[in-house]
């Protein structure tokens, strides 16, 4: 079983930053996908960010392509969101996700974290 704990969110300024983490524990693999999601009041769960554990070239939401990274640190068994230049638009839920194979759809991960709150104010 692969459980996930995240933290990170929390109320920014409108152009500000903020680093989300993901921390796995129980069974990690190499060949786990990690992806984010996120999703604000009324509206589906949205795909934003993912990348393979061991990888190095993510894939990103159109939506916030050039604004958010991810990264890992495989020694922590930790995943990152760093999100720079943010926008109101960005207030939503953020959830980390593990699977097997990844993609952009949230039935492709297996594991979920319980979300953390990010909200941007103008």
């Known amino acids: 079983q692969v459980q996930l704990v995240e933290s990170g969110g929390g109320l920014v300024q409108a152009g500000g930053s903020l680093r989300l983490s993901c921390v796995a524990s129980?069974?990690?693999?190499?060949?786990?996908?990690m992806g984010w999601f996120r999703q604000a009041p009324g509206r589906e769960r949205e795909f934003v960010g993912s990348t393979r554990w061991s990888g190095v070239n993510p894939d990103y939401a159109d939506s916030v392509k050039g604004r958010f990274t991810i990264s890992r640190d495989n020694a922590k068994n930790t995943v990152y969101l760093q999100m720079n230049s943010l926008k109101p638009e960005d207030t939503a839920v953020y959830y980390c996700a593990a699977g097997w194979r990844g993609g952009r759809g949230p039935s492709e991960y297996n594991y979920w974290g319980q979300g953390t709150q990010v909200t941007v104010s103008s």
């Open positions: 129980g069974r990690t693999l190499s060949g786990y996908a």
